[in-house]
T-cell receptor
């Protein structure tokens, strides 16, 4: 938590290709690592999360990988589809009572 | 479980009026967070509350803005004497008590327009 950076800020990929978004954080006490997807005009929704006791989690076409030593985690989307077009936010945090700081967001566009 | 409920969905206020935004957290959630989002921008943290307590208000302007989360009823974000720059989408999110699952769930947002 606290200092959170996302890269890239925009990403355009061909439909069917893979997309990777990286989130870097500064608080070494962070132990919960979610990714949110926000479609145009809608609320952010949790799509996948990982806790610090595992290095990778997969759910169909999306996966999250965690490198606690380097303090970053990444969102992987394979076989991208038009409905994956959205803004994606990371929000690393600790389980203790603390505010939730979001990354600045990555706008993903899928080219047909 | 109805999820996080925000109302109104859209709010139009003239400059100088007051805006009151309401957020009812998910059942069993005692933590509420408020965020502001300008078009094409990210989620800017404003305030974090638990029942009857403000835990962190470091993101909220010192003047004109206030928030509460009473023992009974929804959390309220109040903006006094609104200005054009207050026009934005305001989202609230809720999460379970400390020590439990830490997912935060968002409401649909209130889109405030100041004319």
């Amino acid at each position: 938590g606290e200092n959170v950076e996302q890269h890239p800020s925009t990403l355009s990929v061909q439909e069917g290709d893979s997309a990777v978004i990286k989130c870097t954080y500064s608080d070494s006490a962070s132990n919960y690592f979610p990714w949110y997807k926000q479609e145009l005009g809608k609320r952010p929704q949790l799509i996948i999360d990982i806790r610090s006791n595992v290095g990778e989690k997969k759910d169909q076409r999306i996966a999250v990988t965690l490198n606690k030593t380097a303090k970053h985690f990444s969102l992987h989307i394979t076989e991208t589809q038009p409905e994956d077009s959205a803004v994606y936010f990371c929000a690393p945090r600790t389980s203790s009572a603390s505010k939730i700081i979001f990354g600045s967001g990555t706008r993903l566009s899928i080219r047909p | 479980n109805a999820g996080v409920m925000q109302n109104p969905r859209h709010l139009v206020r003239r400059r100088g009026q007051e805006a009151r935004l309401r957020c009812s957290p998910m059942k069993g959630h005692s933590h509420v967070y408020w965020y502001r989002q300008l078009p094409e921008e990210g989620l800017k943290f404003m305030v974090y509350l638990q029942k009857e307590n403000i835990i962190d208000e470091s993101g909220m302007p010192k003047e004109r803005f206030s928030a509460e989360f009473p023992k009974e009823g929804p959390s309220i974000l109040r903006i006094q004497q609104v200005v054009r720059g207050d026009s934005a989408a305001y989202f609230c999110a809720s999460s379970p008590p400390q020590g439990m699952r830490t997912e935060a769930f968002f409401g649909q947002g209130t889109r405030l327009t100041v004319v």
